[in-house]
C-alpha cells in the first residue's frame, strides 16, 4: 500500500540533507555497527559531510524527538545505514522524488529489499538484483591457510601493470565493463588512489601478468573491508585465492583495523568457501540493486 499524503509529508519532514554541525551525531551513528557500515563511515571519517567532497549528499532522519537515528547515502551508490522501518520510507520518498541518480543502491539486506519495494516502480527496473551476499568478518589471522609470501603491495609505477585484472574482476562482478561512459577515468583514477594509498595487493607471474589481486577499499577506525578479490582464470582452482586472501587479511590486522570484512555473492560458493577456510565467518547480509 502506498503511503498517504499526511505519511508523506511525516516521512519528508523527518530527513534532511546532513551538514558539518551534524558531523559528530552522524560518526555515532556509523559507529554503532562498524563492519556493516564501512563504506559510508570511511568517507565521513575522511572528509566529513560536505557534499562536493563526499561524493554525494548524506541524508539523516530524526525520530520524533529530533535524534539522530539512521543514514541514507545518496552519492554513486545509494546506501542505508541503521534504517529501521520509519526510516526506510522517509528515505524512500526523498529517493522517488528526487529521481534515480545513482548506478545501483547496496546495503543490509533487510532493509535494503524494504527500500527497493518502495523504489522499483518508480526507479525499476534493474539490470540485476542481488538479494543475499554474506557479510563476513574476522579479527585474528589465518590459522588454516598460509600467507602467500609472493603477495605484496602494488607498486605505483605498477598501475598500467594491475589495470587489466582491476578492469577483468570489475566486468566479470559487475556485468559492464568500468570503461563505458567517461572511458575508465574515474575507474583508473580510484585504482590510482588505492595503489598510492598502499592498499591495493598483487601476486605477479614470471611474465610480469597479475595471477591474484585485491585490494583494502573501505577504511575506518572500527574495520576495513577488502574488495576486488580477483585470480586469473588460467589460474583458478590452484589456492591462489585462499593464500593471496591470507596475505592481505595479516597485512590488514597488523597495519590497518582491527575487524577485516568483505561480502560476496551467495551463488560464488567456491569463494565463500575459500573465504571460510581463511577464517571469516557470515555475521550479516548485504544485498545490491545494478542498475
Known sequence: MLPGPFQVARA????RVLDASDLD????????????????????????????????ELWGWHDEDGRLESLCYAGANLVLVDAGP????????????????????????????????????????ARDVRAHQP????????????????????????????????????TEEVGISPLAGDGGLLYQARVAELVSAGRSFARFGDDGEVVFKAEIGAVTAGACQIQGVWVAPEHRGRGFSEGGMAAVLAT????????????????????????RRVGFREVGAFMSVLF
Open 86 to 125: 520509519e526510516a526506510v520510507r522517509a528515505f524512500a520518498e526523498r529517493a522517488r522524488r528526487q529521481g534515480r541518480r545513482c548506478s545501483s543502491i547496496v546495503g543490509p539486506a533487510g532493509p535494503t529489499a524494504a527500500l527497493w519495494a518502495l523504489l522499483e516502480r518508480s526507479w525499476g527496473p
Open 135 to 170: 557479510l563476513m568478518a574476522t579479527t585474528t589471522p589465518s590459522a588454516e591457510v598460509a600467507p602467500d609470501p609472493l603477495v605484496r603491495r602494488v607498486r605505483r609505477n605498477e598501475v598500467e601493470a594491475v589495470m587489466p585484472a582491476c578492469v577483468a574482476m570489475f
Open 252 to 275: 590488514a590486522l597488523a597495519e590497518v583495523a582491527p575487524v577485516v570484512s568483505l561480502y560476496v555473492n551467495d551463488f560464488n560458493l567456491r569463494a565463500r568457501a575459500a573465504y
Open 12 to 15: 519528508l519532514a523527518a530527513t
Open 25 to 56: 551525531d552522524a560518526l555515532d551513528v556509523l559507529r554503532r555497527d562498524p563492519v556493516a557500515n564501512a563504506f559510508v563511515a570511511t568517507r565521513v571519517e575522511a572528509v566529513g559531510l560536505d557534499p562536493w567532497r563526499l561524493g554525494g
